[in-house]
């Protein structure tokens, strides 16, 4: 069971920075040249004011781009928003199969 897992015992992890980057790029993905602020909020579960500094964060890394429509700026993935999903849904794949990380790693002696 990966930490943040609802099953958890423990109970659920707070959302690392990576995991909202890649949960505001996937609700993005969603809605192709179509997701408005609003519908990224609710899809992210984010406060607007919260997300606004996401995608300011995300615009300037290059992984969104932004286009004005109707007057309301509208977002969409860039090629290098999805590399960098890929790369993490990979990761995710590989903390799973670690598991927890209880073990301390062993150094030679």
Avoid: C, H, N
Wanted: aromatic share 8%; net charge positive; hydrophobic share 35%.
């Amino acid at each position: 069971m990966v930490a943040g897992d609802p099953r958890d015992p423990k109970g659920p992890r707070r959302r690392e920075v990576t995991d909202l980057y890649a949960t505001v790029l996937e609700v993005v993905k969603r809605y192709p040249g179509a997701a408005r602020v609003t519908r990224v909020s609710y899809g992210a579960g984010m406060p607007v004011d919260r997300l606004r500094a996401f995608l300011e964060r995300l615009l300037a890394l290059g992984l969104l781009r932004s286009e004005e429509v109707d007057g309301r700026p509208v977002y969409d993935i860039t090629p290098r928003g999805q590399e960098f999903l890929d790369t993490y849904w990979k990761m995710r794949a590989y903390v799973e199969i670690l598991g927890p990380g209880d073990e301390r790693p062993r150094g030679r002696r």
